[in-house]
């Protein structure tokens, strides 16, 4: 490729963050880090000091507007996304934003509402499921139609543990979000309903959060998905997932326990940055989840955290605009 290096502002260098700095550094082609930004200046000066060339920028939205940057890896809290989306958008950035989209469904849909007035695709989701080789197999075999017709999916996703600030509704956006994604990726259709059942709490957990908890989903075209969601097990991390068809059925996952989702997802978070990075030097900024997609997960999230609530089944509302 002939187009100049990337140089890219990773703004948010908490775990994720820094662990995509460290990514672009050491084993992305083509791009760097240019900017660092974080709201702890000193997180913010430990990591530009390991990356040859790159400075701190105090303010994210001037990272965002400055001429030496040209795209934009967002990794800070959720609740600060919508704000450095529209700004990307204004400027024209491409941005790779960690999942979620934003902190709701209503400005998820504010964000891809503006994003498709511009006509110019610039936001990606970091759903780095997608680029995992064990769920990009899964879905060939499905879409080779070896299973027959797909009808059920049950999945796992455990953590050994959670930073003292998840809460059980994180549960639900932080974790649980993946499986929305992962099911919508595989079965190619939105989910239309969701009912979140609390079991008895493991005593591991701090009190009052709901955890395990197990989430049903059905599908545009009736399919049910089951996940347990179990992020104190003070074991491993582990996903697995089986789908179950007219004809068989395909699994992943199975004795396959890591120490964090670090471990696990490695891979799948290079071949994400990578691609991401030759997309936007090639011009077409995105080639992954959009943000369409970060928008119907974060409705699909909405509707489970009502569920949350009263254990009933509750329909995804979803917005009509593509
Ligand atoms: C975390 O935020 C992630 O995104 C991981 O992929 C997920 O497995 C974990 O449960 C979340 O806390």
Same mark, same amino acid.
């Given at each position: 490729?002939?187009?100049?290096? *990337?140089?890219?502002? #990773?703004?948010? =260098?908490?775990?994720?963050?820094?662990?995509?700095?460290?990514?672009?550094?050491?084993?992305? $082609?083509?791009?760097?880090?240019?900017?660092?930004?974080?709201?702890?200046? /000193?997180?913010? $000066?430990?990591?530009?000091?390991?990356?040859?060339?790159?400075?701190?920028?105090?303010?994210? *939205?001037?990272?965002?507007?400055?001429?030496? #940057? /040209?795209?934009?890896?967002?990794?800070?809290?959720?609740?600060?996304?919508?704000?450095?989306?529209?700004? @990307?958008?204004?400027?024209?950035?491409?941005?790779? @934003?960690?999942?979620?989209?934003?902190?709701?469904?209503?400005?998820?849909?504010? =964000? &891809?509402?503006?994003?498709?007035?511009?006509?110019?695709?610039?936001?990606?989701?970091?759903?780095?499921?997608?680029?995992?080789?064990?769920?990009?197999?899964?879905?060939?075999?499905?879409?080779?139609?070896?299973?027959?017709?797909? *009808?059920?999916?049950? @999945?796992?996703?455990?953590?050994?543990? =959670?930073?003292?600030?998840?809460?059980?509704?994180?549960?639900?956006?932080?974790?649980?979000?993946?499986?929305? /994604?992962?099911?919508?990726?595989?079965?190619?259709?939105?989910?239309?309903?969701?009912?979140?059942?609390?079991?008895?709490?493991?005593?591991?957990?701090?009190?009052?959060?709901?955890?395990?908890?197990?989430?049903?989903?059905?599908?545009?075209?009736?399919?049910?998905?089951?996940?347990? &969601?179990?992020? $104190?097990?003070?074991?491993?991390?582990?996903?697995?997932?089986?789908?179950?068809?007219?004809?068989?059925?395909?699994?992943?996952?199975?004795?396959?326990?890591?120490?964090?989702?670090?471990?696990?997802?490695?891979?799948?978070?290079?071949?994400? #940055?990578?691609?991401?990075?030759?997309?936007?030097?090639?011009?077409? $900024?995105? /080639?992954?989840?959009? +943000?369409?997609?970060?928008?119907?997960?974060?409705?699909?999230? +909405?509707?489970?955290?009502?569920?949350?609530?009263?254990?009933?089944?509750?329909?995804?509302? *979803? +917005?009509?605009?593509?």
């Amino acid at each position: 490729m002939s187009t100049p290096e *990337l140089r890219i502002a #990773v703004l948010g =260098v908490g775990m994720m963050g820094a662990n995509h700095a460290d990514r672009i550094t050491r084993r992305i $082609n083509g791009a760097r880090v240019a900017v660092v930004n974080d709201y702890a200046a /000193d997180r913010a $000066n430990a990591v530009a000091a390991a990356v040859p060339g790159a400075r701190v920028a105090a303010d994210p *939205l001037d990272a965002i507007a400055s001429d030496d #940057v /040209d795209a934009v890896l967002l990794a800070t809290p959720g609740s600060v996304h919508e704000k450095l989306l529209l700004a @990307c958008l204004e400027h024209r950035k491409p941005v790779l @934003c960690e999942k979620p989209l934003t902190a709701g469904a209503d400005t998820s849909l504010g =964000v &891809v509402r503006r994003e498709s007035e511009l006509q110019t695709p610039l936001i990606q989701v970091g759903f780095m499921r997608r680029f995992d080789p064990d769920y990009v197999q899964l879905k060939a075999r499905i879409d080779s139609g070896e299973l027959g017709q797909p *009808l059920v999916m049950h @999945c796992v996703h455990r953590n050994a543990a =959670v930073p003292p600030s998840f809460d059980s509704a994180m549960i639900v956006t932080d974790s649980l979000v993946h499986e929305v /994604d992962a099911t919508r990726y595989l079965f190619g259709e939105e989910i239309v309903s969701v009912q979140i059942l609390r079991p008895r709490p493991t005593s591991h957990a701090p009190a009052g959060l709901q955890d395990p908890q197990i989430a049903i989903f059905s599908t545009a075209g009736g399919r049910h998905v089951d996940v347990e &969601v179990f992020v $104190n097990t003070g074991v491993g991390y582990e996903v697995r997932a089986e789908v179950v068809g007219e004809s068989g059925s395909a699994t992943i996952g199975f004795e396959r326990i890591t120490r964090d989702f670090f471990d696990r997802f490695g891979t799948a978070y290079d071949v994400e #940055v990578q691609r991401w990075v030759d997309a936007v030097r090639a011009g077409v $900024n995105v /080639d992954g989840p959009t +943000a369409w997609d970060g928008y119907a997960a974060a409705a699909v999230c +909405a509707a489970g955290l009502r569920s949350l609530e009263t254990g009933e089944p509750v329909a995804v509302e *979803l +917005a009509e605009i593509m």
